[in-house]
């Protein structure tokens, strides 16, 4: 499968080089001429990965969005519709919102006139979706959206990577509760000072 990162941060690298290790074929949307984070992965994954945005999206079957929020508001006004790709939102709207939206996903849903949207990937630290085995463990990782498909998908993903199990939350009004989930991980992480090392996991009985 064809997966498009736009971003090449924190987010991005993690899961760019976590998705190549599973066998994906992966472009990175980015920014030219490349910044350092950039150049500090494509040392890692390969110059040639890396494209424009544009052309990246075009060529994906799936499109991950790993860029604060105002610049995803920016990004996705410039790309308009989006014919039958599954989008998937790991920002969290802390730091920057899209202006008029409430996330990420709503200003997608809006504007690329999609429901092939997902939000996934939000919820913990990049340092886990670079590895989510915790002594053999695999963490949980969460989805949210109104199209079963795409879930389907952004949870095969978070699998791939290594996430034990990707839970649906629910449709586009559990979207903002994963990310309050996503400031519960910060709290504790950062707030709290428990350190980034730390993921959430389900047990059941
Ligand atoms: N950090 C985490 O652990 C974590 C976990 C879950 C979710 N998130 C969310 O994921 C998002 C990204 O976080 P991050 O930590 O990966 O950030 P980051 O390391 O600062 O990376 C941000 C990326 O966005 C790109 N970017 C910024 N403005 C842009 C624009 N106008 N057009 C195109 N690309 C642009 C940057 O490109 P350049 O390199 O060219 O500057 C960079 O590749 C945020 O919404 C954050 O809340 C973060």
Redesign the pocket.
Known sequence: MVICI???????GALAQNLIKAGHQVLVG??FPL?Q??INLATKIGEDRFTS?GFAVKQSEVVIL????D?CL??IQELGPIDNKTIID???S??STPEGFPTVYHAVKSICKTEKIVKC??T???ENMLNPNYNGIGLDMFCAGNDNASKTLAAQLARDIGFETCYDFGGEDKVQLLEEL?KCWINLAIVQGHGRNLGLKLLKR
């Open positions: 736009i971003g090449s941060g924190n987010v991005g980015a920014r910044s984070k950039s945005i790993t860029i604060p929020p610049a920016r990004v790991a920002s969290n802390i730091r990937f939000n913990t630290g990049f996503a």
